[in-house]
């Protein structure tokens, strides 16, 4: 196993994934107790950290925040790779305070994970030894300028299509958490858009370069919704309890339907042969989804698995003196403060 300080030190956490925080209740949970806690979920009413909740309910939520925290910091990766070699300075400017912005979303959704009795350090912990997931849409690589742009569009778009309706949540620390967080992504679609419009209208080179990026960011950003509803595991549950607002394919096909039109106002061409308007339906109908390939990522043979995670371990292990420092400052303050 990896070690955060990359010392000889016991393993930071010793429950299973889908076991984790405070140890739970030793009273089992009566039928009464969860069939008050759904009422109160279908009344629409906020679950607050100290209120009762069923432990599964809990861990679905520190699984789903903690893999969305996680998708927010490896998320900077990609990007972080062309800050140097943005194309203009104002490029430069909006790109780190996009990647910036991204690692925020990691922190506020860390924090809300925290509420829920798990330790921010155990989440990390997870991420570095490999053992936690993150969206597999990180793990492709960003190899022209138009990846960018692409991402900005596609990838934060699909996100705030996911992300919208968690606002919702019937868990109020995720719901708040993701008001401010879909503010910005909006403002990171808009970006990524712009820069795809300015490739779409400017030379040959360019508009094959944004060509280029749509043709390798289209699937993996159809597959960043997640399995299809018959193959996905936790749907049905969380849509009870009000986690999600809908299935993995509903999003889906709403983003289809959005991004088509995108994809056309920019001239440039989805790399799908049997995308079609089904009139009846009212939506685009998308050929089929290699879900080979999404389980291939999931299981950390995606192009950029290894490479992702050998980067958050060396930040992790670069940023050990300023966690020292932060805590030491910290101790100094409360002996002054108790002096
Ligand atoms: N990448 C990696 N794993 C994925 C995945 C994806 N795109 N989609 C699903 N999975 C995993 C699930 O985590 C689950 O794994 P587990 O059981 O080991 O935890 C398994 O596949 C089965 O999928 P389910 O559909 O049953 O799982 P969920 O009900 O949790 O739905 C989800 C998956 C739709 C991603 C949901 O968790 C969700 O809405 N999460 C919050 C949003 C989020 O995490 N987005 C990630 C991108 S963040 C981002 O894009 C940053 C932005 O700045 C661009």
Redesign the pocket.
Known sequence: MYHISGKSQPPMYTQA?DQQGREPSAAPESPEQAARFQARVDAEEKIEPKDWMPEAYRQTLI??IS??AH??IV?MLPEGNWITRAPSLRRKAVLIAKVQD?GG?GMYLYSAAETLGVERATLVEQLLSGAA??????NYPTLTWADVGA?GWL??G??IM??VP?CRCSYGPYARAMVRICKE?SF?QRQGFEIMLTLARGSEAQRAMAQDALNRWWWPSI?????SDV?????AQ?MRWKI?RFT?DE?RQKFIDVTVPQAQFLGLTIPDPQLRWDEAAGHFEIGPIDWEE?QA??RGHGPCNRERLEARRAGHAAGEWVREAAAAHAAKRAAQAAA
């Open positions: 994934l699984r789903q893999q969305h998708s927010e998320g991204e979303h997931k993150y969206s597999s849409i990180f991402i990838v934060d699909a996100a996911n992300q968690i992504e990171h597959m960043m919704f997640g399995p193959a996905s595991r936790h749907t969380s999600k993995n999003l999404f990522v999931l």
